[in-house]
């Protein structure tokens, strides 16, 4: 296990990291680390963090993360591929993402919202005690079925539902358990050789054959809806216009799709389940939240907000960053040499072809040079004044640099519906059942809560 002793038994990955970063930071510009058999280094110093992620980013543009297109497809998307491939695809895929784009889909996620303010109405009925990161999850379930796949999962309605069931699974249940992930990270070209997959079987099964109905459906019958998976199937069926590709396959077509649900419904699910947390906690915020909210609402008729007026609410924004501050959904980050590396200012340093860099995304938000008491819970630090004194590496809850978080307009669009409506229309405290501490889950790829996050939730404005 190298230096991973714990992993995802004891400790989640951000952890070791993070805790490697306080340990070593000040001795050099990074810090050696064996993952499994493979050496790899611990990025301690801002300067080299700059380079890595932005100034050299050809000689960092890979992730270095394991996937395997052949024998296990869905793994084949932009956030784990590289060379090449990477940049044919963020270049096409970026359209999808733009503002403009986002206004198109913005009225999905109001009829979500109504329907989520409906559901929780009808649950304090029957306890005031709510999950509200599970709460969350199938708000943000609904949102991305239907823009990514065009069907209406209705998952706030049946809590049963397998879109959320298997997204779930994928992050928090490994098909392998910490060794044998230790070997195939160690060892990843033999691993491919060997046809190692990491999907569990039954995610696989349930993701490609509902991609493929999909598809075979809108194909079929003419259908656009001008949402995500449209965009892919252009890229598929136009294979001109991505000539360095070759035209997307069916695989790859079905991996972006899976990618954008994955990392959509869980990464804002837990943001936003986080952010509850804190605000139970702290009813000064939580009030100052809500008056700042409910201004802006009360200008328009139910609580139809603009798409434009949503996203310039500072108060909203300051809690949410403050939010991936203190919980990263990426804990840690990774790049990887593609050539000889010598660190500069330090000669005598030299990062080989092919090391794995950790980027202690946890560690640099919990250090205290650059946020003082970084226990607690303050959105003044990302007031403008603030952010505009701080440095871009210093934050990096969507990362940083030309692979930065491609979804970060989305995400940030249904966090922030999501928060403002709840916030408006209820308000939360602590529980018997609220986890103080938080303990986060080892097992899950992204920073996640171990336990159901439990609320006390009461009513105090009446439904729309």
Same mark, same amino acid.
């Given at each position: 296990?190298?230096?991973?002793?714990?992993?995802?038994?004891?400790?989640?990955?951000?952890?070791?990291?993070?805790?490697?970063?306080?340990?070593?930071?000040?001795?050099?510009?990074?810090?050696?680390?064996?993952?499994?058999?493979?050496?790899?280094?611990?990025?301690?110093?801002?300067?080299?963090?700059?380079?890595?992620?932005?100034?050299?980013?050809?000689?960092?543009?890979?992730?270095?993360?394991?996937?395997?297109?052949?024998?296990?497809?869905?793994?084949?998307?932009?956030?784990?591929?590289?060379?090449?491939?990477?940049?044919?695809?963020?270049?096409?895929?970026?359209?999808?993402?733009?503002?403009?784009?986002?206004?198109?889909?913005?009225?999905?996620?109001?009829?979500?919202?109504?329907?989520?303010?409906?559901?929780?109405?009808?649950?304090?009925?029957?306890?005031?005690?709510?999950?509200?990161?599970?709460?969350?999850?199938?708000?943000?379930?609904?949102?991305?079925?239907?823009?990514?796949?065009?069907?209406?999962?209705?998952?706030?309605?049946?809590?049963? @539902?397998? =879109? *959320?069931? %298997?997204?779930?699974?994928?992050?928090?249940? #490994?098909?392998?358990? $910490?060794?044998?992930?230790? /070997?195939?990270?160690?060892?990843?070209?033999?691993?491919?050789?060997?046809?190692?997959?990491?999907?569990?079987?039954?995610?696989?099964?349930?993701?490609?054959?509902?991609?493929?109905?999909?598809?075979?459906?809108?194909?079929?019958?003419?259908?656009?809806? @001008?949402? =995500? *998976?449209? %965009?892919?199937?252009?890229?598929?069926?136009? #294979?001109?216009?991505? $000539?360095?590709?070759?035209? /997307?396959?069916?695989?790859?077509?079905?991996?972006?799709?899976?990618?954008?649900?994955?990392?959509?419904?869980?990464?804002?699910?837990?943001?936003?389940?986080?952010?509850?947390?804190?605000?139970?906690?702290?009813?000064?915020?939580?009030?100052?939240?809500?008056?700042?909210?409910?201004?802006?609402?009360?200008?328009?008729?139910?609580?139809?907000?603009?798409?434009?007026?949503?996203?310039?609410?500072?108060?909203?924004?300051?809690?949410?960053?403050?939010?991936?501050?203190?919980?990263?959904?990426?804990?840690?980050?990774?790049?990887?040499?593609?050539?000889?590396?010598?660190?500069?200012?330090?000669?005598?340093?030299?990062?080989?072809?092919?090391?794995?860099?950790?980027?202690?995304?946890?560690?640099?938000?919990?250090?205290?040079?650059?946020?003082?008491?970084?226990?607690?819970?303050?959105?003044?630090?990302?007031?403008?004044?603030?952010?505009?004194?701080?440095?871009?590496?210093?934050?990096?809850?969507?990362?940083?640099?030309?692979?930065?978080?491609?979804?970060?307009?989305?995400?940030?669009?249904?966090?922030?519906?999501?928060?403002?409506?709840?916030?408006?229309?209820?308000?939360?405290?602590?529980?018997?059942?609220?986890?103080?501490?938080?303990?986060?889950?080892?097992?899950?790829?992204?920073?996640?809560?171990?336990?159901?996050?439990?609320?006390?939730?009461?009513?105090?404005?009446?439904?729309?």
């Amino acid at each position: 296990m190298g230096n991973m002793q714990g992993l995802r038994t004891k400790y989640h990955v951000g952890e070791i990291i993070a805790n490697y970063y306080h340990k070593y930071k000040g001795s050099g510009p990074f810090a050696g680390i064996f993952l499994g058999h493979k050496p790899a280094a611990v990025i301690l110093d801002k300067d080299l963090l700059k380079q890595v992620l932005i100034k050299e980013f050809s000689n960092f543009a890979d992730r270095g993360l394991y996937y395997n297109e052949k024998d296990d497809p869905l793994t084949g998307h932009l956030v784990f591929v590289g060379g090449d491939k990477w940049r044919s695809l963020r270049a096409k895929m970026s359209p999808t993402f733009t503002s403009g784009k986002m206004k198109c889909m913005y009225d999905t996620l109001q009829t979500v919202g109504h329907r989520l303010l409906d559901v929780m109405y009808e649950k304090i009925e029957q306890s005031s005690e709510l999950d509200m990161r599970d709460i969350m999850a199938h708000f943000n379930t609904d949102i991305i079925g239907s823009v990514a796949f065009g069907i209406e999962c209705n998952s706030l309605k049946n809590p049963e @539902n397998r =879109f *959320l069931a %298997m997204g779930r699974k994928s992050i928090e249940v #490994p098909r392998h358990n $910490a060794l044998i992930m230790a /070997l195939i990270d160690s060892f990843p070209e033999l691993a491919r050789k060997l046809g190692m997959r990491v999907l569990p079987e039954d995610v696989h099964r349930f993701f490609m054959s509902m991609i493929k109905e999909t598809v075979e459906y809108r194909e079929k019958h003419h259908i656009r809806r @001008n949402d =995500f *998976l449209d %965009m892919v199937l252009d890229l598929k069926n136009n #294979p001109e216009s991505i $000539a360095t590709l070759g035209g /997307l396959t069916f695989e790859e077509l079905a991996a972006q799709v899976y990618m954008f649900f994955v990392a959509g419904f869980e990464t804002s699910s837990s943001t936003m389940g986080f952010a509850l947390y804190e605000l139970a906690q702290n009813q000064q915020l939580q009030d100052r939240l809500r008056h700042e909210v409910n201004e802006v609402f009360d200008q328009f008729p139910d609580d139809n907000i603009s798409y434009e007026v949503l996203m310039d609410i500072p108060y909203l924004d300051q809690i949410l960053c403050e939010t991936l501050r203190k919980y990263p959904v990426g804990s840690a980050l990774t790049r990887q040499s593609l050539n000889d590396y010598v660190v500069p200012d330090h000669p005598e340093y030299v990062i080989p072809k092919g090391t794995l860099l950790f980027i202690p995304v946890l560690g640099i938000h919990f250090d205290p040079e650059f946020y003082p008491n970084p226990d607690e819970f303050d959105p003044e630090r990302f007031s403008s004044e603030a952010v505009k004194q701080r440095d871009s590496v210093e934050f990096l809850g969507f990362g940083d640099g030309p692979r930065t978080c491609i979804g970060m307009r989305f995400g940030k669009m249904q966090s922030r519906l999501g928060l403002a409506i709840v916030i408006r229309h209820f308000r939360f405290t602590v529980c018997s059942r609220t986890d103080i501490p938080m303990q986060i889950n080892p097992e899950s790829l992204v920073w996640s809560p171990k336990h159901d996050l439990y609320l006390n939730v009461e009513a105090i404005r009446g439904r729309i």
